[in-house]
């Protein structure tokens, strides 16, 4: 029993050491130490090892997380069923709209953006590919919550909570659930600059048909700038495609 817990702490702080590696540029032995309280020698060890695996890196400035990782991130995302399928609609509504379309999945109570593309006027460059993010600020994780039991949803929030993002997010659980009804009522959800301002979202769940209402496949959405989101966009033209999309990624999808 005492060697399966070392090798489990090993794993983690090998896990550990990655992620202060994915929040900094070239890093040494020391900076992992301070930052992970251990000794330089361990430090030094484990981003020896994660070398030697292929995982990490060093530059000559200090040792670095390597693209064996994006590889990694890519075959997981391959291995999504639903991926090719929202991937085309995803590439569709971009070149429809102009704007920045997304697909998002949840996974631990998290969103993850697995799939964008940018129309020829998306105004916003930041690359969320591959992001982890809340699900309770953007239209996509409130279209996601929206499919899921009350129960589920209260297990989310007590887990990640609500957090605030800008001015206009949601952190009253009463709010979020109201808003969640109307969207189980319109099959669209909406932010309004919750997560960024300046950014308005649409958005529509997709269900797995196959498996029954409380499968949730995901979300798509199109994202446009506040200054051109009019009426006319945000309550009848956006809607239209999202669910639209929807629908088509629905029917087509295959659970495995």
């Known amino acids: 029993m005492g060697s399966t817990q070392k090798r489990i702490k090993a794993a983690e702080k090998a896990i550990d050491i ?5 929040c900094r540029d070239a890093t040494t032995p020391v900076e992992i130490a301070e930052a992970l309280d251990i000794s330089k020698t ?26 064996r990782l994006f590889s990694l991130g890519t075959d997981v995302r391959s291995k999504q069923s639903v991926y090719h399928t929202a991937s085309e609609q995803v590439s569709r509504l971009a070149d429809e709209t102009g704007e920045l379309a997304l697909f998002m999945i949840e996974e631990s109570g998290k969103g993850i953006y697995l799939d964008l593309n940018r129309g020829e006027r998306a105004a916003i460059q930041a690359d969320w590919l591959g992001k982890r993010c809340h699900l309770h600020d953007n239209a996509l ?3 996601i919550l929206s499919l899921f ?8 929030i007590n887990n990640h909570g609500l957090p605030r993002t800008t001015e ?3 952190t009253d659980r009463d709010v979020l659930f109201d808003e969640l009804d109307e969207i189980r009522e319109s099959g669209v959800a909406f932010d309004r600059e919750e997560q960024l301002e300046g950014l308005q979202c649409v958005a529509a769940p997709i269900i797995d048909s196959n498996q029954g209402s409380q499968s949730v496949l995901g979300a798509i959405c199109v994202a446009s700038p506040t200054s051109r989101m009019d009426k006319k966009r945000r309550t009848e033209e956006f809607p239209r495609l ?13 659970s495995e």
């Open 149 to 156: 039991s009350e129960d589920r949803v209260k297990e989310i």
């Open 18 to 22: 990655i992620e202060v590696l994915r």
């Open 42 to 67: 361990s430090a030094y060890y484990y981003l020896q090892t994660l070398k030697e695996s292929g995982y990490v890196v060093n530059d000559g400035e200090g040792y670095r997380l390597s693209l």
């Open 168 to 170: 206009n997010t949601i």
């Open 242 to 254: 999202v669910q639209d999309a929807a629908n088509i990624i629905q029917l087509n999808h295959v």
């Open 141 to 143: 994780g409130k279209a």
